[in-house]
């Protein structure tokens, strides 16, 4: 009924303002995946929930557009007599315009929440743009939650691995080869690894909402709200120029005057173009060198995201010896285990951890034909119970002060009908496919990605999302640019990039699967790369069909599971995860780093791995 409402006083608006419709997008000034509860319009006018996605509002229909990941949770939020569903990439936005509306139609946007490549899609549509500023929604949103205004604490140059004085000079000498004066930044994870800090206002995305512009010589200006660096050291500050962020687009236009300016048009609001031209600036396109630069992880980084897997993998297999034990026990009981329940113990197990902060996003702790939703979250309207018979996806991961981990295991806990069984198997081949594959140095994104989906296109199958993407250093859990998937990517893969290998199938109304451990792309032979796990955490085989794997696939697993087994039993017997037996809640202000003792041994670690290995060599002979 909230949405009927404020559709209603949408379209009254858009009446008063003489507007034929607007565009409502699933996005905040910094094109932020999460969006602060604040920011998230397409939320409050639709009830669609996922993390991509627009809207577009007329006299008398309303369309949502969204990606493969959400056909299906979109038409279980949405009222599907008020909005109709379609694909955001099949078919999208400026082609609907152009093929349904005729043309001078007023089309109202906020300069603000799109981004330059799609403001110019949408002006191939046929219909009049028009800018509005004033944010209109807010007229019809009375309980609108306040801006998020979350603390910024330092990250020191030991996690880092190098000083923010060192990446400004860096990033002043890319602007000096592109030709350009200045840099406008704002995306807030580019600045937080420009800056060496972290903040607070999205949960599991440790970024700060802010604004910058980068000189050609390295100096900063930063447009950030005062009140969230009362806890940096002012020494941190020193020589960077700090204003309001509501001044950062006068401020732009103002440095424009005869200079030019670089923009990323796929990330940088049109707003900031619209600034520079009006200033009698020029206009440089090109990609954000920070994105680039960032891309490239340093050796002190890497050892980061090292460290945290071996933390998160503790975690990981003693949840699963946990689950193992207890479904089936439970279940014979009357009393199973169910989705809530497995996501809130398995966070207990991250909680016990020395480095561990918070989630990196909101766990995926879906059972049965909820896991068809591939981003799904479940909530106690959808609780499901996990039984024998059916697939437990779990897609989860943490932000540890010196990395950050996302990784996914399908479960089985009893017999499986032949069908789920070969889906599972077609998975777990083209997982195998792509994590050991060795590859020219300099390869693409979207080169590596029919190698993952082939044994499901064999079948006549697919999934609709992207293969893998790349991991933030305790930083954003999808960070740009890399990516594998079918839309061309030109990014290369390089040593030292981090990256996910993840496929999928999703059958509606029945299962859903998908495999997936990070990795860090490393050289192998002169020339060649090839990708080196991160996650250490057993692949369930229970569900496999050995017929179908190759002697590669069976010796891959054993290796890996080797892996695993040793890793994280060396870790056991080596360091001590302090609070392992008091679960405890840590702040990104007051967490610290603790890497003296001996580890506590978790007993069902090396018991679980044991099983899974002898069930494997068992079923491989």
């Known amino acids: 009924m909230q949405h009927t409402s404020s559709l209603a006083a949408l379209r009254a608006l858009l009446r008063d303002r003489e507007l034929d419709g ?7 000034a910094h094109q932020s995946e999460d969006c602060a509860a604040h920011d998230n319009k397409l939320a409050f006018i639709s009830g669609f929930t996922g993390s991509a996605g627009l809207a577009l509002i007329l006299a008398d229909r309303a369309l949502l557009f969204v990606d493969g990941r959400y056909q299906v ?24 315009l152009r093929d349904n509306l005729s043309a001078g139609k007023r089309i109202a946007f906020e300069p603000l929440l799109m981004v330059n490549s799609q403001y110019e899609s949408l002006r191939t549509s046929g219909c009049d743009l028009v800018t509005v500023d004033d944010d209109p929604l807010d007229a019809i949103w009375p ?52 800056l060496n800090v972290r903040g607070s206002d999205i949960p599991m995305s440790p970024v700060p909402h802010s604004f910058a512009l980068v000189s050609a010589d390295g100096n900063i200006e930063w447009f950030v ?25 006068p401020r732009c236009q103002q440095a424009a005057a005869g200079k030019r300016i670089l923009i990323d048009p ?35 980084e890497l050892a980061g995201y090292r460290d945290s897997h071996i933390e998160d993998g503790v975690a990981w297999v003693n949840f699963l010896a946990w689950l193992t034990r207890e479904v089936p026990l439970r279940e014979a009981a009357g009393n199973p285990v169910t989705e809530l329940e497995a996501q809130e113990k398995q966070l207990s197990f991250r909680q016990q951890g020395a480095t561990f902060i918070e989630q990196s996003f909101s766990t995926i702790s879906a059972a049965g034909s909820n896991a068809a939703m591939c981003h799904y979250h479940s909530s106690p309207e959808t609780n499901f119970a996990i039984t024998g018979g059916q697939f437990y996806l779990n897609d989860s991961g943490g932000q540890y002060l ?10 089985s806990f009893g017999e499986l009908d032949a ?70 990517n030109p990014w290369p893969m390089l040593p030292g990039n981090i990256i996910t290998i993840e496929p999928g199938y999703y059958l509606a109304d029945s299962h859903g699967i998908r495999i997936e451990n990070q990795v860090e792309v490393i050289a192998s032979r002169p020339g060649f790369c090839k990708f080196s796990s991160l996650t250490l955490i057993p692949v369930d085989l229970a569900a496999v069909d050995f017929d179908l794997l190759s002697p590669q696939d069976i010796a891959w697993l054993d290796d890996y599971h080797r892996q695993v087994r040793e890793t994280l039993s060396r870790a056991c017997t080596e360091r001590r995860f302090s609070g392992l037996s008091q679960p405890q809640n840590r702040s990104a202000s007051s ?31």
């Open 22 to 28: 607007i565009i409502v997008p699933r996005a905040d």
């Open 73 to 96: 949770q979109a038409r279980h939020q949405v009222n599907l007599a008020e909005f109709e569903i379609h694909h955001l990439h099949d078919e999208p936005l400026h082609l609907w």
């Open 143 to 194: 309980d609108r939650p306040a801006a998020p205004c979350g603390e910024i604490i330092a990250m020191p140059d030991e996690i880092s691995g190098e000083s923010s004085a060192s990446k400004r000079a860096r990033v002043g000498q890319a602007l000096n080869k592109a030709g350009a004066d200045y840099l406008a930044v704002t995306q807030p994870d580019n600045i937080a690894w420009l």
């Open 225 to 249: 709200d005062e009140g969230k660096l009362r806890s940096l050291d002012k020494a941190q500050l020193n020589g960077i120029s700090r204003s309001p962020m509501d001044e950062f687009l």
């Open 266 to 300: 796929d990330s940088a609001p049109v707003a900031v173009r619209f600034a520079v031209e009006h200033g009698g600036g020029n206009v440089v396109w090109g990609p954000d060198p920070i994105t680039l630069i960032k891309a490239n992880k340093n050796e002190t």
């Open 402 to 411: 010196n990395g950050t981990t996302d990784a996914t295991r399908t479960l």
């Open 419 to 488: 069908t789920r069984r070969l889906h599972y198997t077609a998975v777990l081949k083209g997982f195998l496919a792509l994590i050991s594959l060795q590859f020219p140095q300099g390869t693409q994104g979207h080169q590596l990605d029919a190698f993952a989906r082939r044994p499901l296109w064999e079948l006549g199958l697919d999934y609709d999302h992207g293969t893998g993407h790349g991991v933030g250093h305790r930083l954003m859990i999808h960070e740009n640019p890399h990516r594998m998937a079918k839309k061309v």
């Open 591 to 621: 967490a610290g780093i603790n890497r003296s003792g001996p580890l506590l041994r978790p007993s069902p670690l090396i018991c679980w791995i044991n099983r899974q290995l002898n069930a494997f060599r068992q079923n491989s002979l």
